[in-house]
T-cell receptor
Framework: ETGVTQSPTHLIKTRGQQVTLRCSSQ?????VSWYQQALGQGPQFIFQ???????GRGNFPPRFSGLQFPNYSSELNVNALELDDSALYLC?????????????FGPGTRLTVL | AQTVTQSQPEMSVQEAETVTLSCTYD???????LFWYKQPPSRQMILVIR??????QNATENRFSVNFQKAAKSFSLKISDSQLGDAAMYFC??????????????FGTGTLLAVQP
């Protein structure tokens, strides 16, 4: 088990709604990355936050947004939900100053959009 | 753009036997990391083994070892003495070594490993 936690575990929303997912990083980590894992696929990078600033973004539309707080925990917000947003959302924390920069993953939030 | 390919959607191995999972990748970079992650049914992704591209020696972690062929851009995972607890989805992943820049992981599509008792 890593020290990364995510909430909620499961979530069901309808199209057009908004959702907020939360992630608490492992102690000592200052960077949080978010990934979307569709069923049967590998995780896809959404974005990364370092010291409360977005530090890189994957190929996701602006309705995917995030925040990082002073304690390095993070939120992923998705507006105007679409059916294709149904997926497992993973967050991973890391310590950017470490050369190996290993990412530690949380258990994920399973989002279902109806 | 970098890509990671896992051509084996599913694999099966008998308990105590050895299995090899394949991974190929494409990149124009010379300095990078390669990883194998395990995702059990409980979903938490766990790092199995890591290889730094500039190191010629293949990484080993207990029963897990890799065969890293940089010129061929191949990175296979060998699991020896397979155990029931090894059953999981295995992902191969790539990460460039960019210093302070974004260290995003690029994943393959995964190989589902079943271990038969």
């Amino acid at each position: 088990e890593t020290g990364v936690t995510q909430s909620p575990t499961h979530l069901i929303k309808t199209r057009g709604q908004q959702v907020t997912l939360r992630c608490s990083s492992q102690s000592g980590h200052n960077t949080v990355s978010w990934y979307q894992q569709a069923l049967g696929q590998g995780p896809q990078f959404i974005f990364q936050y370092y010291r409360e600033e977005e530090n890189g973004r994957g190929n996701f539309p602006p309705r995917f947004s995030g925040l990082q707080f002073p304690n390095y925990s993070s939120e992923l917000n998705v507006n105007a939900l679409e059916l294709d947003d149904s997926a497992l959302y993973l967050c991973a924390s890391s310590e950017k100053t470490r050369q190996d920069n290993e990412q530690f993953f949380g258990p994920g939030t399973r989002l279902t959009v109806l | 753009a970098q890509t990671v390919t896992q051509s084996q959607p599913e694999m099966s191995v008998q308990e105590a036997e050895t299995v090899t999972l394949s991974c190929t990748y494409d990149t124009s970079e010379s300095d990078y990391y390669l990883f194998w992650y395990k995702q059990p049914p409980s979903r938490q992704m766990i790092l199995v083994i890591r290889q730094e591209a500039y190191k010629q020696q293949n990484a080993t972690e207990n029963r897990f070892s890799v065969n890293f062929q940089k010129a061929a851009k191949s990175f296979s995972l060998k699991i020896s003495d397979s155990q029931l607890g090894d059953a999981a989805m295995y992902f191969c992943a790539y990460r460039g070594n960019y210093g302070g820049a974004t260290n995003k992981l690029i994943f393959g599509t995964g190989t589902l490993l079943a271990v038969q008792p």
